[in-house]
């Protein structure tokens, strides 16, 4: 889901500050013990991770044992703009890689988010403010009807709670297994649907819209948290092969390729479509006359649209009678926008879409499928394999940024497949933090690449609120304050990590090798803790625990500087608050010299309070804590000290 209204209209024009490369000043350090207490509490006491197992190794590495389930669905839906209706048929192929035998299968029916009966519009559960966006999660509609549950050659019993189905199999389905399931449902397409799939007027963009298996996994068994709107989805991975039946003057993208291109593009399209697939720069597939004058042709009957994806966790379409097609090739991956010819800045979307997939192809994991699709529409924002919905937007900064927060989730979570219903902060804040450097790639010398950079340190002070403020591993249900704890507080996290904590090579490398470990699995906090330890070598539960499991506070100060008999500077230091950062100090010394001194976080091991000494024959003259001003600190009054 996209984070967009901060991002535009409100960053000042400040100079990017770099990390610098700082050496440890010369002298000694001695640290002190602080009264009872301190040991019982400290911030450096083990974390309570889930117990690691032969699933999933103390490493943070999926372990030999390690399984999950595969689901394959073939589904033949008809969508009729004259009613909304949509129709389906699937099959449900379900593999059970689980050393369980399992009695019953559980469905999600996100549709019914919008029945009158569901939790969400019986709590009349209020607007999600986001930023400056408001996201309602209400939604007029029927939800979906189950015409037809059956395996096996017979009618499975079947109990419809809300945003989930209970499914009865004759036999439980032993370990290593597999089965089939057999479903006909209809649903009425709303007008605006829980901010994920949506109409304006002939623009369709169509997501979270068939009965999708639950994931069981390891961790929790069945998750079958009813859908309420802020959390996303949690699905197995599989193959798709979907047969979309719509009136023949829609032009329709979605997950997968198009397997029967004869059939629904004519020979102009393909021979521009083999052009682009050569081409790093965009062609035109449905040039801008083409689709204005699409917008006036008159269906005259129905085709057949046919995808197929392979190791994709969901399935999305978008059509539209006036699309703008643009495609261009990055090694090998055909990357395609779909626009209304009213949307001007989609012109440029195309080449956004380029230098996206290529930033986080070569910053994480090579993009795996043969396409990375973004359609312009009525949603905010929100993403699915291969395809994503992005707003018109009115500025290049605002439709960059959400398209490639959009495309960064291809990454975290389509292929590192973290559960959204639990875990935000491994998906929406891990990709914050990505988009923020390809911002930085894209607008390369200009105001907005600086002002992006200092983002999340900025919106601290006007989300970090003592009292009102709430932990980041809180589910998103559960969350007031979803913008700052989901997206730009674990960016802040992340970026702290990389350049004051474990240095940008050793945090990058923990990340990547991160992100191949997990690529195609479902990890947990514990396991991503786990592998970003082993990989960076150090112990991290002291910033975990801070940032993700508290709201815990920092406030570093100079409380003294004073000079001994034996002429040796002593600069004591004090950690006020319960988070525990390292330090960094300028020194300034009597003649205009300064240095720098980077004190690592271990300094507080001993208690809260710190002292750092400088030789005799050093006349001290000033100093000053956090020079660059990287740190979210509660009160930088006590910061600087001057003779």
């Given at each position: 889901?996209?984070?967009?209204?901060?991002?535009?209209?409100?960053?000042?024009?400040?100079?990017?500050?770099?990390?610098?490369?700082?050496?440890?000043?010369?002298?000694?350090?001695?640290?002190?013990?602080?009264?009872?207490?301190?040991?019982?509490?400290?911030?450096?006491?083990?974390?309570?991770?889930?117990?690691?197992?032969?699933?999933?190794?103390?490493?943070?590495?999926?372990?030999?044992?390690?399984?999950?389930?595969?689901?394959?669905?073939?589904?033949?839906?008809?969508?009729?703009?004259?009613?909304?209706?949509?129709?389906?048929?699937?099959?449900?192929?379900?593999?059970?890689?689980?050393?369980?035998?399992?009695?019953?299968?559980?469905?999600?029916?996100?549709?019914?988010?919008?029945?009158?009966?569901?939790?969400?519009?019986?709590?009349?559960?209020?607007?999600?403010?986001?930023?400056?966006?408001?996201?309602?999660?209400?939604?007029?509609?029927?939800?979906?009807?189950?015409?037809?549950?059956?395996?096996?050659?017979?009618?499975?019993?079947?109990?419809?709670?809300?945003?989930?189905?209970?499914?009865?199999?004759?036999?439980?389905?032993?370990?290593?297994?597999?089965?089939?399931?057999?479903?006909?449902?209809?649903?009425?397409?709303?007008?605006?649907?829980?901010?994920?799939?949506?109409?304006?007027?002939?623009?369709?963009?169509?997501?979270?819209?068939?009965?999708?298996?639950?994931?069981?996994?390891?961790?929790?068994?069945?998750?079958?948290?009813?859908?309420?709107?802020?959390?996303?989805?949690?699905?197995?991975?599989?193959?798709?092969?979907?047969?979309?039946?719509?009136?023949?003057?829609?032009?329709?993208?979605?997950?997968?390729?198009?397997?029967?291109?004869?059939?629904?593009?004519?020979?102009?399209?393909?021979?521009?479509?083999?052009?682009?697939?050569?081409?790093?720069?965009?062609?035109?597939?449905?040039?801008?006359?083409?689709?204005?004058?699409?917008?006036?042709?008159?269906?005259?009957?129905?085709?057949?649209?046919?995808?197929?994806?392979?190791?994709?966790?969901?399935?999305?379409f978008a059509m539209a009678p006036d699309f703008r097609w643009d495609a261009s090739s990055y090694d090998g991956i055909r990357i395609q926008t779909f626009y209304r010819p009213e949307a001007e800045l989609w012109e440029e979307a195309n080449r956004m879409s380029w230098v996206s997939i290529k930033h986080f192809s070569d910053r994480l994991f090579p993009y795996p499928w043969p396409h990375a699709t973004t359609v312009e529409g009525p949603n905010d924002g929100m993403e699915y394999p291969m395809i994503t919905f992005v707003p018109t937007e009115t500025t290049r900064e605002a439709l960059y940024w959400v398209l490639t927060h959009e495309f960064g989730h291809e990454w975290f979570p389509m292929i590192v497949n973290t559960n959204e219903r639990l875990h935000p902060w491994m998906d929406e804040g891990f990709n914050t933090f990505i988009n923020i450097e390809s911002v930085e790639v894209y607008f390369e010398g200009e105001p907005y690449a600086d002002a992006i950079s200092v983002q999340p340190l900025e919106l601290w002070a006007e989300h970090s609120i003592p009292g009102v403020e709430q932990a980041m591993a809180l589910p998103p249900d559960e969350q007031h304050d979803l913008f700052w704890a989901a997206y730009f507080k674990p960016a802040l996290m992340m970026h702290l990590l990389q350049y004051e904590v474990l240095g940008k090579e050793r945090f990058d490398r923990a990340l990547s090798e991160y992100t191949h470990a997990w690529a195609f699995k479902h990890p947990t906090a514990s396991d991503f803790i786990r592998s970003m330890e082993n990989s960076a070598g150090m112990d991290l539960d002291w910033f975990w625990r801070a940032w993700v499991y508290s709201t815990a506070r920092l406030d570093q100060a100079i409380t003294d500087v004073s000079v001994t008999d034996e002429g040796v500077t002593e600069i004591r230091l004090e950690s006020l608050g319960q988070m525990v950062m390292p330090a960094e100090l300028a020194v300034s010394f009597a003649g205009g010299a300064t240095e720098t001194v980077r004190l690592p976080v271990e300094m507080w091991k001993l208690g809260p309070v710190y002292t750092y000494r400088v030789p005799a024959g050093r006349e001290v003259v000033g100093v000053t804590l956090d020079p660059r001003g990287v740190y979210p600190d509660d009160d930088d009054s006590n910061d600087e000290w001057s003779r």
């Open positions: 889901m996209n984070p967009r209204r901060l991002l535009v209209a409100r960053l000042p024009a400040i100079a990017c500050l770099a990390a610098a490369a700082l050496l440890l000043a010369p002298g000694s350090a001695v640290a002190q013990e602080e009264g009872p207490g301190w040991k019982v509490h400290s911030p450096f006491r083990p974390l309570p991770l889930a117990t690691p197992n032969t699933i999933r190794t103390g490493a943070g590495l999926p372990g030999p044992d390690y399984w999950q389930q595969k689901v394959d669905y073939r589904i033949d839906a008809t969508l009729d703009p004259e009613t909304q209706v949509l129709t389906g048929s699937q099959t449900i192929r379900y593999h059970n890689h689980s050393p369980h035998a399992l009695s019953v299968l559980w469905l999600k029916l996100d549709t019914n988010l919008c029945h009158p009966d569901s939790k969400s519009q019986v709590l009349a559960v209020p607007p999600l403010l986001f930023g400056e966006s408001v996201f309602d999660f209400t939604c007029d509609g029927s939800g979906m009807t189950l015409e037809r549950v059956a395996g096996g050659g017979r009618d499975l019993g079947h109990e419809i709670m809300g945003t989930i189905a209970r499914v009865e199999l004759p036999h439980p389905l032993p370990a290593g297994a597999h089965t089939e399931i057999e479903i006909d449902w209809t649903t009425t397409l709303p007008e605006y649907g829980y901010g994920r799939t949506g109409r304006d007027g002939t623009l369709y963009q169509v997501a979270q819209w068939y009965p999708r298996l639950a994931v069981y996994d390891d961790v929790s068994g069945w998750n079958i948290d009813p859908f309420l709107g802020a959390g996303e989805f949690y699905q197995e991975f599989g193959d798709f092969f979907v047969s979309l039946t719509v009136p023949d003057n829609f032009v329709l993208t979605a997950t997968g390729e198009v397997v029967n291109p004869d059939a629904v593009l004519t020979e102009e399209q393909q021979t521009r479509l083999a052009r682009a697939d050569a081409s790093e720069e965009p062609v035109a597939i449905i040039t801008e006359s083409e689709a204005r004058s699409n917008r006036g042709r008159r269906a005259g009957g129905t085709k057949t649209w046919r995808f197929a994806a392979e190791n994709v966790r969901d399935f999305a």
